[in-house]
């Protein structure tokens, strides 16, 4: 079974250019989480999605991010007029549901550089 | 109040000796999760814990769920190389994970 693709892995962007970042939750996973990671730190919630719903969207930035998880296709984060601060590595996870004893499935990321 | 808090951030080890990580929180948790991230890897799931005391282990790895449900520790006995990373402890909210500050391992050969 296919594990939770993101691409791309690597992502160059000049300062106020669009980023967009998808993922592919594991077959049978309708669940997607979308999460930043700075160097040497911890993982900050971003975004809880489910097919075409934001279910909470708490721990994103209020201007320039967006998410969406449409019905057909990938999950979308995109982040618009990046700025440097933007760099970081941006991580998808699924899981098959919302119960809390559900393990999160994690893709490789996309490490996003904003020059 | 939704954070969890690790300790040691860092932690240097020779191989073969022992490492320890904690998690604490302040409010009572209805389950933790432990994750190991290599560097330059995304995060692997490696255990959850849900009753209060429970105790598991995988080879080497012994995770534990303090009485109270408010505290987790992840012990390694006799480190490898292949332990290198950094290992962090999750608590789910329902909508949220919320990742602990991770401790990173660094085992000297």
Redesign the interface.
């Given at each position: 079974n296919a594990g939770v693709m993101q691409n791309p892995r690597h992502l160059v962007r000049r300062r106020g250019q669009e980023a967009r970042l998808r993922c592919s939750p594991m077959k049978g996973h309708s669940h997607v989480?979308w999460?930043r990671q700075l160097p040497?730190?911890?993982?900050?919630?971003m975004v809880?999605l489910q097919k075409e719903n934001i279910?909470?969207e708490?721990?994103m930035p209020k201007e320039r991010f967006s998410a969406e998880f449409p019905k057909e296709g990938p999950s979308i984060l995109r982040i618009q007029q990046v700025v440097r601060g933007d760099s970081a590595a941006y991580?998808c996870?699924s899981s098959p549901d919302?119960s809390?004893?559900q393990?999160?499935?994690?893709?490789?990321?996309t490490r996003l550089s904003i020059l | 109040g939704q954070q969890v808090m690790q300790i040691p951030q860092y932690q240097h080890v020779q191989e073969g000796e022992d490492f320890t990580t904690y998690c604490n929180s302040s409010t009572t948790l209805s389950n933790i999760q432990w994750y190991k991230q290599r560097p330059g890897g995304h995060p692997v799931f490696l255990i959850q814990l849900v009753k209060s005391g429970e105790v598991k282990k995988q080879k080497r790895l012994t995770f534990q769920f303090g009485e109270a449900k408010k505290n987790s520790s992840l012990h390694i006995t006799a480190t490898q190389t292949t332990d290198v990373g950094t290992y962090f402890c999750a608590r789910n909210t329902g909508n949220q994970f919320y990742f602990g500050t991770g401790t990173s391992l660094t085992v000297i050969p």
């Open positions: 989480y999460y040497e730190e911890g993982l900050k919630f809880y279910i909470d708490s721990g991580f996870a919302r809390h004893n393990p999160q499935h994690f893709g490789d990321g | -």
